[in-house]
């Protein structure tokens, strides 16, 4: 499941980030004491930073400080784009 990616440096904007990347996945487990429950075990997507960018010498451990600081997008900003793609926000559940 995990795959190997060039990814754009934080810093300078060139792809020369190689990243291996695990993408979020979801596994069905069954209960094991008789019942005939099932829970959804969902990962959340990682990724771990090979070398740091080429073109600005910036570090490793620089570049993956820089990509785990990046934010989640806001609500405004995630219904922004949901009404661009075409979907209506309040109709969703």
């Keep these: 499941m995990k795959e190997e990616q060039t990814w754009e440096c934080p810093f300078c904007g ?12 979801a596994l069905a487990q069954k209960g094991s004491f ?3 429950k ?20 910036k570090t490793k451990e ?3 400080k ?11 900003e995630v219904l922004r784009r949901l009404r661009e793609a075409g979907i ?3 109709k969703l559940k």
């Design 38 to 57: 099932v829970w959804m075990k969902v990962s959340k997507e990682k990724f771990i930073v090979q070398s740091g960018c080429s073109e600005c010498s």
């Design 14 to 25: 060139k792809n020369t980030i190689k990243v291996i990347f695990f993408p979020r996945t």
């Design 34 to 36: 008789g019942g005939s």
């Design 62 to 64: 620089e570049v993956e």
């Design 66 to 76: 820089a990509l785990n600081e990046k934010k989640e997008p806001s609500k405004d």
């Design 88 to 90: 209506d926000p309040t």
